[in-house]
């Protein structure tokens, strides 16, 4: 048995998907993390801008959950084709 | 740039352009494989069908009774002419055929001999449920517009349905439109509101237990995608394609890589985020929640006892996530308005300062 043959079953395509999807988390709460930090103390400078501080920092966290879910759908495509 | 004609006339050539891709687009392509024993509960399986499209609105199933609205199979096919049936037709486990045709994976209607090439047309629970929330969304819409008509609410504050929505017009109007539209908001707002309060209607429809998962469908987003994507097109200027195309002082080498890399950005890359951002948000949602429930069934087939233990930590968990899904439906509804309108607008920026005022966008 070589390595090609031992990568290519179907369970490590799986298992690859799974920490792929795990990593994508990771990237996410991190992203969003700073970005919260980023709003809460940009609140805390000047609390009557709160507001739109409030706007913009949900349209950053949304576009940082996109990447990450483009991620997760990488991972579903690894499990759900593959055997 | 050129008469009002030649505008038209693009934008029809655009709009052509791309319907001539007919291509059919399935939230999965081949067959997942039933690995597990008959009437062992599948977990994959069950998430799927609850995720993709089918041909009834299944409620629950007792041993012998089916609480589920069966929908109407319209296929048209060359050799065998057109059928419509009911979906019940295809038996309670979806395995008899009838009239030639089986289901295969719950959502793809196959005829049995494989000459035979056949259409479908069907009214699937996608497109009801779509009909059905559009139908709605309407009604609301055009009663509170008449109220407005007749002058309730335009001096004195408003009440009921008017008060509901009009933040949230305004909020797009004031928050979206103006800060990125300029002054050309106003031809722009039908567009921006029509596509936020749609993904918004089918996605909270689609929380709702039984119903079907629109706004998680590839196709309804690639539409969306696609629309958004005419309309950024058609809001450019001569201006725009003269700096993607002949970027301004820029070394050559730099704009040998800068101008592909910009075409791909602008067409692929930038309604293609549209499109995955919120088809993937819609169904990882659905997914979670899906999984969650499915977690009581898996650990009841270890033992009842587990099963029934698990499921108040279950069920708080899925009511948590679904106050978190409906938050979801908005941000994603706005992040799409918010983004088109962004991109609409990087089409006429810069046009106001060194060009004469006659070069207008195409809206």
């Known amino acids: 048995m070589s390595l090609m043959t031992v990568l290519f079953e179907v369970g490590y395509s799986h298992l690859g998907g799974a920490i792929g999807a795990g990593l994508a988390a990771i990237g996410a709460g991190i992203g969003i993390g700073q970005i919260g930090k980023g709003a809460v103390e940009g609140i805390a400078r000047q609390p009557e801008a709160a507001n739109e501080i409030r706007a913009n920092m949900i349209l950053a966290a949304a576009l940082v959950e996109g990447v990450a879910l483009f991620a997760v759908i990488a991972g579903l495509l690894a499990v759900l084709k593959t055997g | 740039m050129g008469s009002k004609s030649t505008k038209s006339l693009l934008v029809a050539v655009f709009s052509l352009f791309l319907l001539t891709f007919s291509a059919k687009v399935f939230s999965q392509e081949k067959p997942v494989e039933n690995k597990k024993a008959e009437g062992e509960f599948n977990p994959t399986k069950a998430i799927l069908n609850h995720v993709q499209d089918a041909y009834e609105f299944h409620f629950f199933s007792t041993d012998n009774f089916e609480a589920a609205i069966y929908l ?131 996605a909270l429809f689609g929380l709702i237990p039984g119903a079907a998962n629109v706004a998680g469908n590839i196709a309804f987003t690639l539409i969306l995608g696609l629309i958004s994507l005419v309309v950024i ?131």
């Open chain 2, 72 to 202: 109407p199979v319209i296929l048209y096919s060359p050799q065998k002419g057109l059928s419509v049936f009911s979906s019940k037709r295809f038996g309670p486990e979806h395995d008899q055929t009838f009239d030639g045709y089986r289901l295969e994976d719950e959502n793809t209607v196959v005829p049995v001999d494989p000459n035979v090439k056949v259409y479908d047309f069907s009214l699937t629970r996608n497109v009801i449920q779509t009909f059905l929330a559009l139908a709605l969304f309407c009604i609301l819409m055009i009663n509170i517009a008449k109220k407005y008509k007749k002058g309730e609410g335009v001096v004195s504050a408003p009440t009921g349905a008017q008060n509901f929505m009009e933040p949230i017009i305004v909020f797009i109007r004031e928050e979206v439109a103006k800060v990125n539209l300029g002054s050309r908001w106003e031809r722009y707002m039908p567009y921006l509101l029509t596509v936020f309060f749609f993904i918004l209607i089918n």
């Open chain 2, 233 to 363: 097109l058609a809001s450019t200027t001569t201006h725009f394609w003269k700096h993607i195309v002949w970027p301004p002082d820029v070394p050559i080498l730099v704009k040998l890589i800068l101008v592909p890399v910009e075409l791909f950005g602008l067409f692929v890359i930038k309604p293609g985020a549209l499109i995955i951002r919120l088809f993937a948000n819609m169904v990882a949602g659905h997914i979670v929640i899906l999984a969650f429930i499915s977690l009581i069934f898996i650990f009841g087939a270890m033992s009842t006892v587990a099963g029934w233990g698990f499921s108040p930590f279950s069920v708080i968990f899925v009511v948590f996530d679904y106050f978190i899904e409906i938050l979801v439906a908005f941000i994603q509804a706005f992040i799409f308005t918010a983004l088109t309108a962004i991109f609409i607008g990087q089409g006429f920026e810069g046009s106001d300062h060194d060009v004469p005022q006659n070069d207008h966008a195409f809206l």
